[in-house]
């Protein structure tokens, strides 16, 4: 399954402290990345699908979020082995930047 | 329903956005569509609010390169389970279709009245709830409903010729996908009643011409899609809230959209029985569809604006709510008469009652 797409990545990452809607998703991932992943609806649903097939997430249930308007929304969270997928990708890219850091690629950890 | 207001940029994009919607498989679209819209939609809003027009039109440009990618990429996805099954690698149907196929047991009721003051009636209504289960599978239950306009009886024509060609037409296409299946049965109906208003030499705007409504809704599996065409519609009740599912192409139901009028004063409005779109007046007519996931316990209601334009969403609510599908079309119905019965009234509900 390593390594996971970007967006899938991502996805996990916008999901782990705490349950999302699919705009609430795309939102958080924009942010995080200060606006240079921004993913289209397409790439988003495309990717929760394939990611609720694997089990890496689930769709909790829908409600309305009262800081976008009274509509219903669907809501998905992180699965266990989606947490244990996140955690096994994060230390396969830590021990990348590691190689990184030992080959003055990437300046030691705090400096840049 | 929503008091949110939707500016028109955003509401013309989304109107774009749902058309390129089509371009996805349908098992993609009929599972997703509806919260990739509503996404959309959030998106736009927010974009608009924060950045104003360019930043819509780069949301847009962006969604579009988007679109393309990932409707290939579903496509090809679906192409490549299709191979495997004709290869015997993967079942019939495939993931997606072990979640869609469970079918509902469904509890229908439906009712047409003349109402108070009109001399005919000019609505039609029809269920099919087909016998056969490769067909209850394949194709799933259908309800439509159709509110006729002309003069003598030729509304009443126009809304017959819609729920009779619609049902043909739906049972006897061959493609898989509901969405398609029904614009096309309902572009079909169109073309007839245009055809006939044509045969009899009757001028778009000629009073002896004839047109209708026209709402079909499909329920196959979980997975409710609804055609429609002019005013009359579907609502899903779930978990105790009425939505409204379909469109109006109506002159208030635009003005409440755009903020210049309330649900309240769109009910008394001198012009509410004002349609810009019907089947029967032009060669070609367009049509929207939505898609909807129905649980256990849901419910739904179709009628024409006699019952809507009479009785108050929170009362239809109730009504549906409470009794079982025969005693809400009768109460829907008495409660539009009691209420004046202005014009001809009509109702189908549908009880989801769980799985076989």
Redesign the interface.
Known sequence: MLPLTPAVFHILLALADGEK???GI??EVSQRTGGSM?????????S??RML?SGLIEATDERPDPE???????YYRLTEFGLRVAQAESRRLDQLLQVARTKHVLAPQGGF | MTPVRIPRQVALAERCYRLLLLTYPAHFRRTYGYEMAQTFRAWSRETLRAEGNLGLLRLCGLTLSDLIATSLKEHGRSLLLRLKQLMGVMPPGGLDALALAAPMRLQVAQHTDIGCKRSVNDDNLLTVLPQDPQTFKDKGALFVVADGMGGHTRGARASELAVTTVREVYYQDAQEDSAASLVHAIKQANALIYAENLARGIKLDDKDGMGTTCIAAALQGQTLTVANVGDSRVYVIHAGQMRQVSRDHSLVADMVREGTLTPEQARTHEQRNVIYRCLGVQAEVEVDVFVETVEEGDRLLLCTDGLSGSVEDDEMLHIVQTFDPEESVRQLIARANAAGGPDNITAIVVHVTGQN
């Open positions: 809607h699919g705009y795309m939102k921004r993913m289209g609806p397409g790439t988003l649903y495309g929760i699908r097939a976008i308007d009274d509509e219903r929304r669907r």
